[in-house]
């Protein structure tokens, strides 16, 4: 009609609507810098520690703890499942510091359900609790394939505040930062 069509209208999105904060962290900040360089993470992501994690459960844990750790172990191959039987954390975190181990995982299930996890980074911490919800084994997912030979990735979006970058380097920190050969 030679009229030019009115301009669509920008999305909302939780990304678009944040309002600036003092927390977030700029890709240049250099005193964010000079802090991760001197970190509890540094010596893993200076490739001078590997990661060594080792992953545990609840007390008594039932059928579906197993089979949810089953498909975890694969997306953590470096990781060592030791059974937790009736040893408290405190004698699982000394075990773990006397063979070098550079994290803990603890999960815990409630009613049948993995519900959480407590990660332990050795020698001095820190210490996280994670809440895991919505789980679901690749068996309950429709067209779900087996996991192939290839070295996992971990893709950290949207960890942007001091408090969220700090929980990201935790989390990479149970991961190569160079690949390895199967």
Avoid: W
């Amino acid at each position: 009609m030679g009229e030019e069509p009115p301009a669509l209208p920008i999305q909302r999105t939780v990304d678009n609507t944040r309002k600036a904060d003092d927390t977030m962290v700029q890709v240049d900040d250099e005193e964010v810098q000079a802090e991760e360089a001197q970190d509890e993470f540094a010596d893993h992501f200076a490739c001078s520690r590997p990661p060594n994690v080792l992953v545990t459960t609840n007390r008594r844990c039932t059928k579906s703890m197993f089979e949810f750790l089953g498909e975890f172990m694969e997306a953590l191959p470096l990781a060592t499942f030791c059974e937790r039987r009736g040893y408290e954390i405190k004698k699982i975190t000394q075990y773990a510091n006397n063979r070098n181990f550079s994290d803990i995982l603890i999960f815990n299930e409630d009613r049948k359900e993995v519900n959480g996890m407590i990660h332990i980074h050795l020698p001095d911490g820190p210490t996280a609790c994670y809440q895991l919800q919505s789980l679901k084994l690749s068996k309950q997912i429709p067209n779900c394939g087996r996991a192939t030979d290839h070295n996992p990735e971990l893709i950290l979006n949207g960890f942007n505040t001091r408090l969220g970058h700090r929980v990201g380097r935790m989390l990479a920190s149970l991961y190569h930062q160079v690949p390895y050969a199967p």
